[in-house]
């Protein structure tokens, strides 16, 4: 019986050891080092946005055999900070650096040293010049804003835009798209634009100077979710009626969507234009054709199909 238990346990072991050593090598077989390790620059991780944005690049990423080194800024006014963190990053053996600027004016340096080293530069969100672009057609957003303004507003009504940071080329261009369309296919009236940094607080604030300032507004345009939001806790304290049409694909404006505090959403998917943003890349580094401008879709969002657009992530 001993005999019978001793042998027992020595075949169980050989069995044991040739089954994990057939797992080593079908690791072996299976792991292969990253085909290209990518350097990434995001504004700031302090809103649904761009935490979606890293998703989808990390989703692609893993699709495309890459490395991510993802690394953001306290805040999207701190370019500074941001510089150096590209500075730093230019030093490491990448093969690309995915940029989304915070501050349009201060990119030459990086771009330039960049150029120094064969490394390629993408932008993501903010549109930099001679350099390959993933986002949204900001220009467009603006465009699409104010032609709901124009449909669900009488003819006269002051409309005003407050926008995110004057020193960000997309707030620039959805501020210019608004003004231009309402000013020349719209019998609407602009009656002011204010910029401001790309905060809650901030947003809140300029709103309600705006309804001290100028109380026969009808319409706003906010240039981001986030601000959207803010706007409309000044709409509510000072009981104004008011049409309010923000930007961005998170969740949390979409429900005031739905809830009927905003009254319509620009999309802008993070999630996919993370994920467009790796293609591109790869598409870049693989010798293929890319193209300048790589626009995502940008639609409406309401009442009506606000449930379709909430996002299924926990990031």
Do not use: C
Not at 10 to 23: F, G, K, Q
Not at 31 to 43: A, D, E, Q
Not at 207 to 221: D, M, S
């Amino acid at each position: 019986m001993t005999k019978f238990i001793a042998l027992f346990y020595t075949v169980l072991i050989m069995l044991l050891v040739a089954v994990v050593s057939y797992s080593m090598q079908k690791s072996e077989e299976n792991f292969s080092p990253p085909k290209y390790t990518i350097g990434v620059v995001l504004k700031a991780m302090d809103s649904e946005h761009w935490l979606s944005v890293r998703s989808g690049m990390t989703e692609a990423a893993q699709r495309n055999n890459m490395r991510l080194i993802v690394i953001t800024a306290e805040n999207e006014t701190a370019f500074a900070e941001q510089n150096k963190i590209i500075s730093d990053l230019l030093d490491n053996d990448i093969d690309a650096l995915i940029v989304a600027p915070t501050n349009i004016n201060h990119t030459k340096e990086f771009v330039d040293a960049a150029q120094k080293k064969n490394i390629p530069v993408f932008s993501i969100d903010e549109e930099i010049d001679g350099i390959i672009y993933i986002g949204s057609n900001n220009y467009l957003i603006g465009e699409m804003a104010a032609a709901f303004m124009e449909k669900n507003l009488p003819a006269g009504a002051e409309v005003s835009v407050i926008s995110g940071s004057a020193n960000q080329n997309a707030h620039i261009q959805r501020t210019a798209g608004f003004v231009n369309y309402i000013e020349k296919n719209s019998a609407l009236r602009i009656g002011t634009t204010i910029a401001a940094e790309t905060q809650y607080r901030q947003a809140m604030t300029q709103a309600e100077k705006l309804f001290r300032e100028r109380p026969n507004t009808r319409g706003i345009f906010v240039t981001s979710a986030i601000m959207t939001l803010g706007v409309i806790e000044a709409t509510e304290k000072n009981f104004q009626a008011v049409t309010i049409v923000g930007v961005d694909t998170q969740n949390d404006a979409i429900m005031a969507v739905k809830s009927g505090n905003i009254d319509a959403l620009i999309s802008q998917d993070g999630h996919e234009s993370g994920k467009l943003a790796i293609e591109v890349v790869t598409a870049y580094l693989n010798g293929q054709p890319t193209e300048k401008n790589n626009f995502i879709s940008n639609e409406l969002i309401t009442s009506d199909n606000a449930e379709h657009f909430l996002l299924q992530e926990d990031f």
